[in-house]
């Protein structure tokens, strides 16, 4: 397999995430989302996701972009450990807060929208994961253990962290989302979230290594 990251990408994240807990080794190409303008827009990578994105992962003989499709296909060709719970009701649970944090906050908060800010992209950003935190953290208390959905790590985790991480960076108040904060400090001690984190990549910048 071969994946098309970038360090700092939430989206990225979620996938580096999944394939180190399904135990998929793979080779990382970067691809720089500033530098040069942006490396997403040239031709070359415009052919792998005429979306110019990341992450995109080839495998198995088929190119994947979109994290959440990316994650189904691993779940459904690698399904240890599982990454959806059994049960309909949990994994529908677990499906809501994975988009939640998918299209409800991640998006108004990304690379492309922040551009169009200017310089209101500070409080944009910080209003729309608090907007989003406010209900996930409702959710949360009714779904949590350990993690998002009980003591299992589910699809919901490996989209939660990278999204606590961007908050973090656009210096979002974390106080009034005490659950939040806990399930992603339990995750952070795990082995996978460690490897795939924004600091330990190949294309991290020297003064962001872990």
Known sequence: PILYSYFRSSCSWRVRIALALKGISYDLVPVNLVKDGGQQFSAEFKAVNPMQQVPALKIDGITLSQSLAIIHYLEDTHPNPRLLPQDPKKRAQVRMI????VSGIQPFQNMSVLKQMGEKKMEWAQNCIASGF????QILQHTAGRYCMGDEVS??????????????????DMGPYPTITRINKALLELEAFKVSHPSRQPDTPAELRA
Do not use: G
């Not at 994975?98 to 944090?101: G, P, R, S, T």
């Not at 406010?134 to 953290?137: P, V």
């Open 134 to 137: 406010q209900a996930l953290e």
């Open 98 to 101: 994975a988009d939640h944090i």
């Open 155 to 172: 699809m919901a985790d490996l989209c939660l962290v990278p999204q606590v991480s961007n908050a973090e960076r656009f210096k979002v």
